[in-house]
């Protein structure tokens, strides 16, 4: 079973940079996708970055070029990072990692419903 544990959110100013991990025990194989969520208050969860079947990457347009999304594989267990630089204040949300447990399914979506674990969130907080 897959568990996500992420940390490192915080309060930043605007054009700063924060970085994001996730813990993800019980993950065993790298065909599992990996992405990166966040939801603001009274917005609905979108994508932020995930990796893609081949191992690439796909970025919200939001943070292209800002965001770096990068992963630590070892037995039984993975670590997700977020690096999140020149940060603004529209960065402000909940950041949560997610895994599609599926081994058979495309990797990339920055779709939540193709995900089906969810860690339970980091608050990020940039200020003007």
């Known amino acids: 079973q897959v568990q996500l544990v992420e940390s490192g959110g915080g309060s930043v100013q605007a054009g700063g940079s924060l970085s994001l991990s996730c813990a993800a025990s019980?993950?065993?194989?790298?065909?599992?996708?990996m992405a990166w969520f966040r939801q603001a208050p009274g917005k609905e969860r979108e994508g932020v970055a995930a990796?893609?079947?081949?191992?690439?990457?796909?970025?919200a347009t939001a943070v292209k070029g800002r965001f770096t999304i990068s992963r630590n594989i070892a037995i039984a267990e993975a670590t997700l990072y977020l690096e999140m630089t020149s940060l603004k204040p529209e960065d402000t949300a909940m950041y949560y990692c997610?895994?599609?447990?599926?081994?058979?399914?495309?990797?990339?979506?920055?779709?939540?419903?193709?995900?089906?674990?969810w860690g339970q969130g980091t608050q990020v907080t940039v200020s003007s």
């Open positions: 990796f893609t079947t081949d191992g690439r990457t796909n970025y």
């Open positions: 019980g993950y065993s194989d790298s065909r599992s996708c």
């Open positions: 997610a895994v599609d447990v599926r081994t058979w399914f495309p990797c990339g979506s920055l779709a939540a419903v193709t995900y089906n674990r």
